[in-house]
């Protein structure tokens, strides 16, 4: 196992005062190991920015610390942040430099100071050597989203912390930034990305810690995660029943309502759908929209919260 780069000992953090205060963290404690990609995943508002924000030292703790590569970052923040490269939520961008300028004046910021022929080759990376003397608020939003990776590595970081990186994404922009990031890994880097889509974290991260509430509840490889659950396969349908009628079908371990559409946990998917079908034809109504899928970390999250990991 690689060694620990960031480890986070019980932190708490707070935001507020008096009877408007909200624990944001509840003594969260983690290891994040050199070279991996590990991920936050948890619903909006669970705490996933504010535990980066610590990392970034950009909030001060009530309690717990951060180190990364064994320093303290609210004691030495400037020797912390010289590993960091830092992608936010929102990245709000100089609209009236261009791109080429901001990569060079975010580099400066870390005192990293590019040539012409080393801010070509970061845009060129990103497929943005052709916007170098665009505006940035000439650019659409999958451009910018890339630009903000750009500016995350510009000054040639050890960790990429990116939160939220495909927010607002069309599925071929998110996929274009999926690839980016998986680029970034292989050279080496420590990636710590936050995100609330499932299928984001099962297809970049090598660990996952799921967050709700400001506690860690779990984690683990996403596989080891959903291998503990003990599941079955889940059969998705639009169809209008009682879910006491459909815990009654052969093979259903668990029913419930995901929206419009029924979910039912089964050991026996094909016996489940044949007598679900007898079952709708007899009330008058019809199954429709079937799918049948694999327990995953959305499962997982369910287990664990009972809730729906949801945006």
């Given at each position: 196992?690689?060694?620990?780069l960031?480890?986070?000992e019980?932190?708490?953090?707070?935001y507020?005062?008096?009877?408007?205060?909200?624990r944001?963290?509840?003594?969260?404690?983690?290891d994040i190991?050199q070279?991996?990609?590990f991920?936050?995943?948890g619903?909006?508002?669970?705490?996933?920015?504010t535990?980066?924000?610590c990392?970034?030292?950009?909030?001060?703790?009530?309690?717990?610390?951060?180190?990364?590569?064994?320093?303290?970052v609210?004691?030495?923040?400037?020797?912390?942040?010289s590993h960091?490269?830092?992608q936010?939520?929102?990245?709000?961008?100089?609209?009236?430099l261009t791109?080429a300028?901001?990569?060079?004046?975010?580099?400066?910021?870390?005192?990293?100071f590019l040539?012409p022929?080393?801010?070509?080759a970061?845009?060129?990376?990103f497929?943005?050597?052709?916007?170098?003397q665009?505006?940035?608020?000439r650019l659409s939003?999958?451009?910018?989203?890339?630009?903000?990776?750009?500016?995350?590595?510009?000054?040639?970081?050890?960790?990429?912390?990116?939160d939220?990186?495909?927010?607002a994404?069309?599925?071929r922009a998110?996929r274009?930034v999926?690839?980016?990031?998986?680029?970034?890994?292989?050279?080496?880097?420590?990636?710590?990305?936050?995100?609330h889509a499932?299928?984001?974290?099962?297809?970049?991260?090598g660990?996952?810690a799921?967050?709700?509430?400001?506690?860690?509840v779990?984690?683990?490889?996403?596989?080891r995660?959903?291998a503990?659950?003990?599941a079955?396969?889940?059969?998705?349908?639009?169809?209008?029943?009682?879910?006491?009628?459909?815990?009654?079908?052969?093979?259903?371990?668990?029913?419930?309502?995901?929206?419009e559409?029924?979910e039912?946990?089964?050991?026996?998917p094909?016996?489940?759908?044949?007598?679900?079908?007898?079952?709708?034809?007899?009330?008058?109504?019809?199954?429709?929209?079937?799918?049948?899928?694999?327990?995953n970390?959305?499962?997982?999250?369910?287990?664990?919260?009972?809730k729906?990991?949801?945006?």
């Open positions: 196992m690689n060694e620990t960031i480890r986070i019980n932190l708490t953090a707070v507020g005062h008096g009877a408007r205060q909200v944001a963290l509840d003594n969260v404690t983690l190991h070279g991996e990609i991920g936050l995943l619903p909006n508002g669970a705490g996933k920015t535990l980066l924000s990392v970034e030292g950009i909030l001060q703790p009530e309690a717990g610390g951060v180190r990364i590569a064994g320093v303290e609210t004691r030495q923040p400037q020797a912390t942040k960091l490269g830092v936010l939520q929102h990245t709000a961008l100089l609209d009236d791109v300028e901001l990569v060079e004046v975010y580099a400066a910021l870390y005192e990293v040539t022929a080393e801010i070509s970061v845009l060129a990376r497929d943005l050597e052709d916007q170098a665009k505006l940035s608020r939003g999958g451009q910018k989203q890339r630009l903000a990776l750009a500016l995350a590595i510009a000054n040639d970081p050890e960790i990429v912390l990116l939220e990186p495909t927010s994404l069309d599925p998110r274009d999926w690839a980016m990031i998986r680029t970034l890994h292989q050279e080496g880097r420590t990636i710590v990305l936050t995100t499932m299928e984001e974290a099962e297809a970049l991260c660990r996952v799921i967050i709700d509430g400001g506690e860690i779990a984690c683990d490889t996403p596989a995660l959903i503990g659950l003990d079955y396969p889940v059969l998705k349908t639009a169809c209008d029943v009682a879910l006491a009628q459909a815990e009654g079908l052969p093979g259903v371990r668990m029913a419930r309502y995901t929206g559409y029924l039912l946990e089964t050991s026996e094909q016996a489940t759908l044949a007598a679900l079908q007898v079952l709708a034809t007899t009330l008058g109504h019809s199954v429709g929209d079937v799918t049948l899928r694999q327990p970390l959305e499962d997982v999250f369910l287990k664990l919260t009972g729906a990991l949801v945006a």
